[in-house]
């Protein structure tokens, strides 16, 4: 990958992998170092990565560093303080986005990861398996089991309301 | 771990849906691995007690009934199903409209990414291309030494120790007091036989004093020596651009390189500061150049040029000054 290639992985990428991040750390401090890190570590790395593989190898390494922040975090024992902690703000949403996305934050979270990266990047069960080091029947029951979790937290849901 | 001879202790809590979730993903993967072990445990007499979710990864048809529906509605929705289990899904559905709603909330988990949050620090990403400049070998060694003649001046050398030269690296003044070197100071011919190449200080090192400074000289080959040299105004004009010189620019005619003028991207600066951050103990983050505080900027200042590196190249040298890197090769 060239210098060119580089930068235009940064100007197609760089907002993907923040969200990427940006959504399971919900701290924006943070999710902002993430894509620094990877970023430069693609860059250190470019002689060996074509530019065709440099998305997947940006999102591994995000990942990668995410499961890191999770593991620190409950080492720390701060985990059950992150929903006070987080800076980050969600815009405010209309209709059910609010709920799907609430129901979203509650799924474990390599299940929201795997969900993530089938739903807004398109990855099929092989690709999310490289990313996040699983088989492809691993990947395929999170997201199921996501979706059913996510299904009966909206039926739930819906049940009470009416 | 499990493995040949003893996942039948793992079978029976797996059909039972009773290992945790660790266990369970150990287990499909181990099925994953083994796919023979399924048929010869006759799995297909205990099916309708897995724990539902396994269902779809265990066989490549979910049963389509009312205890499944949920299972087969998200096979139907990750595009699992064959053209004929859909056409079995709609006549289901069909005759059993009550489940449409398990098909709403089903269709509902599909997500979409929030395109209003954007990244925006992209400028600070971005890197300046590699400048290729081809000149003769011989030139190009030359210029080698002009730098580090560039840099003895900068640093006051007068024969001094060492540790004295070093000492000159760290004042502790602000860089718009640092003495100037005007362009016309680069003197045109190669006149010594060692050249100062390169300057470089531990990064492991938390705080560099002057005598951790590492430098390394070079004789310049004999044929080198007295030789005219190229006119590297450019060169000295484009280190003024990266903030490593403090140049006076003397001749108003020189032309200022676009790509420099106009970039937005990381400066040695930036840098220079980003990497002290980490340093201290801060999360590591390129910051706008007039944002960093004057005390960090004297200490960025002093600290830049113990990252100018001159080393020699195939055919030619590499400098590289912080991330940037220009590289010289011979033209042939």
């Given at each position: 990958?060239?210098?060119?290639?580089?930068?235009?992985?940064?100007?197609?990428?760089?907002?993907?992998?923040?969200?990427?991040?940006?959504?399971?750390?919900?701290?924006?401090?943070?999710?902002?170092?993430?894509?620094?890190?990877?970023?430069?570590?693609?860059?250190?790395?470019?002689?060996?990565?074509?530019?065709?593989?440099?998305?997947?190898?940006?999102?591994?390494?995000?990942?990668?560093?995410?499961?890191?922040?999770?593991?620190?975090?409950?080492?720390?024992?701060?985990?059950?303080?992150?929903?006070?902690?987080?800076?980050?703000?969600?815009?405010?949403?209309?209709?059910?986005?609010?709920?799907?996305?609430?129901?979203?934050?509650?799924?474990?979270?390599?299940?929201?990861?795997?969900?993530?990266?089938?739903?807004?990047?398109?990855?099929?069960?092989?690709?999310?398996?490289?990313?996040?080091?699983?088989?492809?029947?691993?990947?395929?029951?999170?997201?199921?089991?996501?979706?059913?979790?996510?299904?009966?937290?909206?039926?739930?849901?819906?049940?009470?309301?009416? | 771990?499990?493995?040949?001879?003893?996942?039948?202790?793992?079978?029976?809590?797996?059909?039972?849906?009773?290992?945790?979730?660790?266990?369970?993903?150990?287990?499909?993967?181990?099925?994953?691995?083994?796919?023979?072990?399924?048929?010869?445990?006759?799995?297909?007499?205990?099916?309708?007690?897995?724990?539902?979710?396994?269902?779809?990864?265990?066989?490549?048809?979910?049963?389509?009934?009312?205890?499944?529906?949920?299972?087969?509605?998200?096979?139907?929705?990750?595009?699992?199903?064959?053209?004929?289990?859909?056409?079995?899904?709609?006549?289901?559905?069909?005759?059993?409209?009550?489940?449409?709603?398990?098909?709403?909330?089903?269709?509902?988990?599909?997500?979409?990414?929030?395109?209003?949050?954007?990244?925006?620090?992209?400028?600070?990403?971005?890197?300046?291309?590699?400048?290729?400049?081809?000149?003769?070998?011989?030139?190009?060694?030359?210029?080698?030494?002009?730098?580090?003649?560039?840099?003895?001046?900068?640093?006051?050398?007068?024969?001094?120790?060492?540790?004295?030269?070093?000492?000159?690296?760290?004042?502790?003044?602000?860089?718009?007091?640092?003495?100037?070197?005007?362009?016309?100071?680069?003197?045109?011919?190669?006149?010594?036989?060692?050249?100062?190449?390169?300057?470089?200080?531990?990064?492991?090192?938390?705080?560099?004093?002057?005598?951790?400074?590492?430098?390394?000289?070079?004789?310049?080959?004999?044929?080198?020596?007295?030789?005219?040299l190229p006119d590297y105004t450019m060169e000295a004009h484009q280190l003024a651009k990266l903030e490593l010189l403090p140049v006076a620019i003397s001749a108003p005619s020189i032309?200022?390189?676009?790509?420099?003028?106009?970039?937005?991207?990381?400066?040695?600066?930036?840098?220079?500061?980003?990497?002290?951050?980490?340093?201290?103990?801060?999360?590591?983050?390129?910051?706008?150049?007039?944002?960093?505080?004057?005390?960090?900027?004297?200490?960025?200042?002093?600290?830049?040029?113990?990252?100018?590196?001159?080393?020699?190249?195939?055919?030619?040298?590499?400098?590289?000054?912080?991330?940037?890197?220009?590289?010289?090769?011979?033209?042939?």
């Open positions: 990958m060239n210098v060119t290639e580089y930068n235009l992985c940064v100007e197609q990428l760089s907002d993907r992998v923040y969200r990427f991040a940006l959504k399971s750390l919900k701290d924006k401090d943070h999710s902002h170092d993430i894509v620094q890190d990877s970023f430069e570590k693609l860059w250190l790395k470019k002689e060996g990565i074509e530019y065709s593989k440099a998305k997947s190898y940006l999102f591994t390494t995000a990942y990668n560093k995410m499961v890191d922040f999770w593991r620190r975090e409950k080492f720390r024992g701060e985990a059950e303080n992150l929903e006070e902690t987080f800076s980050y703000e969600p815009q405010q949403y209309s209709g059910l986005k609010p709920i799907i996305n609430k129901a979203l934050d509650k799924l474990p979270e390599v299940q929201r990861t795997v969900l993530m990266l089938r739903d807004y990047e398109g990855y099929d069960y092989a690709e999310i398996g490289n990313i996040c080091d699983l088989t492809d029947s691993q990947v395929k029951v999170y997201i199921y089991r996501a979706r059913l979790a996510m299904k009966n937290y909206l039926g739930s849901l819906q049940a009470v309301l009416g | 771990m499990i493995n040949e001879s003893n996942y039948h202790i793992f079978l029976d809590d797996f059909v039972a849906g009773l290992l945790d979730e660790a266990l369970e993903m150990e287990f499909v993967a181990f099925l994953d691995q083994h796919p023979g072990i399924l048929e010869e445990e006759t799995l297909e007499e205990s099916n309708e007690h897995l724990a539902p979710a396994f269902q779809a990864s265990l066989k490549k048809e979910i049963p389509l009934n009312a205890s499944h529906i949920d299972e087969y509605l998200v096979a139907s929705m990750e595009g699992d199903l064959s053209s004929k289990q859909e056409s079995d899904l709609k006549g289901f559905l069909e005759k059993n409209p009550q489940f449409f709603r398990n098909k709403e909330l089903i269709a509902l988990t599909k997500i979409e990414a929030d395109l209003s949050i954007s990244y925006d620090g992209k400028s600070a990403l971005k890197k300046r291309p590699v400048f290729y400049l081809y000149t003769r070998w011989a030139a190009s060694a030359a210029a080698v030494f002009i730098l580090g003649m560039m840099l003895f001046r900068f640093l006051g050398n007068n024969g001094l120790p060492t540790e004295e030269i070093a000492g000159n690296f760290f004042p502790d003044i602000s860089p718009i007091e640092l003495p100037a070197v005007t362009i016309s100071a680069i003197p045109k011919h190669v006149t010594q036989e060692d050249a100062f190449v390169a300057a470089t200080v531990n990064s492991r090192i938390p705080n560099p004093k002057p005598s951790d400074i590492q430098r390394k000289h070079e004789t310049i080959p004999q044929q080198v020596q007295n030789q005219e032309p200022l390189d676009d790509q420099a003028s106009n970039n937005t991207e990381l400066t040695v600066f930036q840098w220079a500061y980003k990497k002290l951050r980490g340093k201290m103990g801060v999360p590591e983050r390129v910051v706008p150049e007039k944002e960093i505080p004057q005390d960090m900027a004297n200490i960025v200042l002093a600290k830049v040029a113990p990252i100018f590196q001159v080393q020699p190249n195939d055919g030619g040298s590499l400098i590289r000054i912080g991330g940037i890197e220009i590289s010289r090769r011979s033209a042939h």
